[in-house]
C-alpha cells in the first residue's frame, strides 16, 4: 500500500543488515561523539542512541546486560556510556542527540547530515552560538533576541556554562585576529570511479 504508515526505515538493507548497521552507527557515536553519514541513517540511528544514553542514566543490572548485548565493543562503550555521559545527562529529561543537516557528502547527492551528542565537547550549535558571540563584540553590537535564546539553549544543561562559553567566544576571536574563518573548505567525494574509455 503506498503512502502507508512505516514504523521504522528500511533503508534498503535486510532486518540483520539494518541492525548491525544501526548498532556500528550508535557505537560510533558514543565513541567518537559526533559522525557524519546520511540523513535517513542519522534518524534512525538517533532513536536508538536515546535508548542507550537513556540505559546508562538508569544504571541498573538489567540496564547493563542490555547495553552489553547492543554494543560490539562493549569493553570499550560500556565504561563511557555508565560515566561520562550518565553524569552529563543525569539532570536532562531527554533529548541527548541532535540531528543537523549538511551539504551533501557524496557524488550522489544523499541527504547527508551530522549526528551529535549535545552538551559534549563537539556540539555544533554551541559552537555557532559562541561564533556568533564573538562576531557581535567584535562589532560592538549588542545581542539580540534570537541570540540570547540560543544562549540559554546550549548552556540550560551544562555543569559550567559560563566558562565553557567564554573559553569558546575566546578561541573565535584569537581565530578572527588571525585571520582564520574558521571554515573547513568542503570537498566532493569520487562514489563511481571514472572508467577509462577502451577506444
Known sequence: MAGGLVKYRHLSRTSAHRKALLRNLVTSLIEHESISTTWHKAKEAQRLAEKM????????????????????????????????????????????????????????????????????????????????????????HEINDMTAANIAKVTRYRRNPDEELEAMVQKFERLAAAGDEGVEEVRKKRVYPENERSR
Open 53 to 140: 544514553i537513556t540505559l546508562g542514566k538508569k544504571n541498573t543490572e538489567a540496564s547493563k546486560r542490555q547495553a552489553l548485548k547492543f554494543f560490539f565493543r562493549p569493553n570499550e562503550m560500556l565504561p563511557k556510556l555508565f560515566g561520562p555521559l550518565r553524569e552529563r545527562y543525569l539532570d536532562r529529561p531527554g533529548g541527548y542527540t541532535r540531528v543537523l543537516r549538511i551539504e551533501p557528502m557524496k557524488e550522489d547527492q544523499a541527504a547527508s547530515a551530522v549526528l551529535e551528542l549535545v552538551d559534549g565537547p563537539k556540539d555544533m550549535r554551541f559552537a555557532l552560538t559562541a561564533k556568533t558571540i564573538a562576531a557581535v563584540r567584535a562589532k560592538n
